[in-house]
T-cell receptor, first 111, second 114 residues
């Protein structure tokens, strides 16, 4: 079992660009949550997907959007990138509300 | 709004010794869950231990145990017989029983001295 996988591992973008991050949940898991972890901080909840719908959202602007596919994999899209969007983006999967398994993250750098 | 505070940015412990990481939280809710997550240099966050607020008994997982003081809103993690592999960032986290989002503290970096 590969666990939670994320791609790409690293990404460099410039301000104003758009980015798509991908997550495959652990086998058998149907719920995917996304978190943003700025340097030196704890992760902050972006949103959660279940049954292909956004179930809950944190305090993030509409520039952050997502999608969940029938195979439970998920994408996080960020439009009009700002320097402050530079962070580690973590995906977590679960069968319940509590994410037990996180992916290794995607490190996004916005220049 | 709920908050989680970890007042120790860094800690060090000798291998095989015991260390306690502190965490306090603030909430007006009575039904919630508390967690400790470990994030090693590989960046992969791992759930170490969880505690349901309605349970008075402190959770334990092998060498890891918690001291849950609901009235004081305190939730410390004790690591016994520290091992080199325990070196990591440790995050205390809170989740309401009614919402899915998890609120994390800023973390405590734990160093294990050989």
């Amino acid at each position: 079992d590969a666990g939670v996988t994320q791609s790409p591992t690293h990404l460099i973008k410039t301000r104003g660009q758009q980015v798509t991050l991908r997550c495959s949940p652990k086998s058998g898991h149907d719920t995917v949550s996304w978190y943003q972890q700025a340097l030196g901080q704890g992760p902050q909840f972006i949103f959660q997907y279940y049954e292909e719908e956004e179930r809950q959202r944190g305090n993030f602007p509409d520039r952050f959007s997502g999608h969940q596919f029938p195979n439970y994999s998920s994408e996080l899209n960020v439009n009009a990138l700002l320097l402050g969007d530079s962070a580690l983006y973590l995906c977590a999967s679960s069968l319940t509300h509590t994410p037990r398994y996180f992916g290794p993250g995607t490190r996004l750098l916005v220049l | 709004a709920q908050t989680v505070t970890q007042s120790q940015p860094e800690m060090s412990v000798q291998e095989a010794e015991t260390v306690t990481l502190s965490c306090t939280y603030d909430t007006s809710e009575s039904d919630y869950y508390l967690f400790w997550y470990k994030q090693p240099p590989s960046r992969q966050m791992i759930l170490v231990i969880r505690q349901e607020a309605y349970k008075q008994q402190n959770a334990t997982e092998n060498r890891f145990s918690v001291n849950f003081q609901k009235a004081a809103k305190s939730f410390s993690l004790k690591i016994s017989d520290s091992q080199l592999g325990d070196a990591a960032m440790y995050f205390c986290a809170y989740r309401s029983a009614y919402l899915d989002k998890i609120i994390f503290g800023k973390g405590t970096r734990l160093h294990i001295l050989p």
